[in-house]
Structure formats: C-alpha cells, structure tokens
C-alpha cells in the first residue's frame, strides 16, 4: 500500500505527505492506495510531514509518540529506509506464520512485552534461515497476501523455506526478494 501511496511522489516522502494534505489530497490518496485506516493515518501522516523526525536515526520509540504509530507502524517506517535494521513489524501475515510454526502468537497485532517476545522469536526465526527480519517479512508478506502470483494463498501450505525446518530457496526466488527488500 504505500509503494501505492508513494509512486506518483515527486520529491520526499515527508515533501510529498505535505503537499497531499495542503491540496486537500491526503485522504483520497490513502484510499487509492488502499492503506485502511485512513482517519487515523491522515492524522499521523500530517503529524509526522510536520515533525520530519530523521528516519536514519529514529527509534521505535521515537516515532511512537505521534498519534498512531505504535510498535507495528514504527517497525515497519524504520524498515523501509534502514533494510537492515534488526525489527519486525507484525502484521496479520506475521502473526499467522508464527502460529504456523507453533508459537503461541495473537490474531492482531500485540503491544508491549508481548510484541517484544514475539518480535524476538521472528528476529529469531529470520536468523535461522539466513535472511534478515525484512526480507523475511517480504516472503510471508507476499506469500500470506496472494502476490505471489499464486492467486490467494492458501494459510495451511506454506512454501519450503518457510516450513518449521526450513529448506533453502531456490537462487530465483532469493534473488527476487533480495532485490526487493534491499
């Protein structure tokens, strides 16, 4: 959804965010891009494009304190400009997985000292396979949403590397998604 909302930006995403609500635009975009929550996104987003914290140095904690943003949301800013930071942002897709593999993982997105184990455990899980939080997230994401080209995907059956023992993925499909979630 915000490769959606942020396609047609002609300059920063913080520039871009301003210049949407200056025009009255804001709230028509979120909903092009299909973003869900647009009353409370339009809040943060015009919140944030006003503070423009620097995202290169942000914590979770940091972003936190902007109507909101809470530890999914913050994750999921600090992973889209620093890939290789160590945080995962946990979705529904996330949390299905993690129940897949036998964790004890809530059908929504938890706060507090429950985010944090889970967060630990899919930090945990990314390590095991190789691959770093965000390129894990990019693999459940788009298998768990349908995009992979495999029509909807069906929750019970997930691909080889995904599996409580974890096979490796062909070089194809590590190729795709190290370019994607670099």
Known sequence: A????FAAADCGPFDWIAKLAKDNLLE???RDARTGSYTR????FREISKARPDLMTAKPADLEEFHGIGPKSSRFAILW???QERFAALDTHVLKWLRFLGHNAPKATPSGDKYAHLEKLFIAEA???GFN???LDAMIWEHASGFDGSGRADPNVWPAWLQKIPAAPPES???YFKSYAA
């Open 2 to 5: 915000m490769e959606r909302l």
């Open 28 to 30: 028509k975009a979120l």
């Open 41 to 44: 996104i339009c809040r943060s």
């Open 81 to 83: 400009v620093r890939p």
């Open 127 to 129: 390590d095991k396979r």
């Open 133 to 135: 939080p965000r390129l």
């Open 173 to 175: 499909v590590l190729s």
